[in-house]
């Protein structure tokens, strides 16, 4: 893509699943060459999200997803006609963008941080977009 916007295609094999998209940076900014500024990720989906969190211990996914199902289970009092209101609450509670600062070529990211994509109505094939602005 043109003004240095990229496009990932994110494959879910679950309902509700957080997927390690990390990789997506690190291809955007070894492709633009950009040095110091921001990342934007954005996901153009209404029943999926993007966070932040720890990438060493799986079980803090499941831990997320577990805590997500109590606050917004997957059958509750919803008139939605498709059934996938939890997962439109689920996105919405989550977000669709983050933003990552970019220093010496890097994403600044926590020791035990990843990007995540999150899908709550799954399995799919998702989009992810990425921005690198210099500055």
């Known amino acids: 893509m043109k003004d240095n916007v990229f496009e990932f295609k994110i494959s879910?094999?679950?309902?509700?699943?957080?997927?390690?998209?990390?990789?997506c940076i690190n291809q955007a900014l070894e492709k633009t060459h950009i040095k110091d500024?921001?990342?934007?990720?954005?996901?153009?989906?209404?029943?999926?999200?993007?966070?932040?969190?720890e990438n060493a211990d799986p079980d803090v996914v499941r831990?997320?997803?577990?805590?997500?199902?109590?606050?917004?289970?997957?059958?509750?009092?919803?008139?939605?006609?498709?059934?996938?209101?939890?997962?439109?609450?689920?996105?919405?509670?989550?977000?669709?963008?983050?933003?990552?600062i970019i220093n010496?070529?890097?994403?600044?990211?926590?020791?035990?941080?990843?990007l995540y994509f999150c899908e709550f109505d799954g399995p799919r094939i998702r989009k992810v977009f990425v921005k690198v602005i210099e500055g």
Not at 12 to 23: L, N
Not at 67 to 96: C, I, Q, T, W
């Open 12 to 23: 879910t094999t679950k309902s509700q699943q957080f997927v390690d998209i990390t990789y």
């Open 37 to 53: 500024g921001i990342v934007v990720i954005y996901c153009p989906h209404t029943t999926a999200g993007i966070t932040i969190n």
């Open 63 to 100: 831990d997320i997803i577990s805590a997500l199902n109590k606050v917004f289970p997957v059958e509750g009092d919803y008139r939605h006609m498709e059934g996938n209101s939890h997962a439109h609450l689920k996105s919405s509670y989550m977000g669709a963008e983050k933003i990552v």
């Open 104 to 114: 010496e070529g890097k994403p600044l990211l926590g020791t035990w941080q990843s």
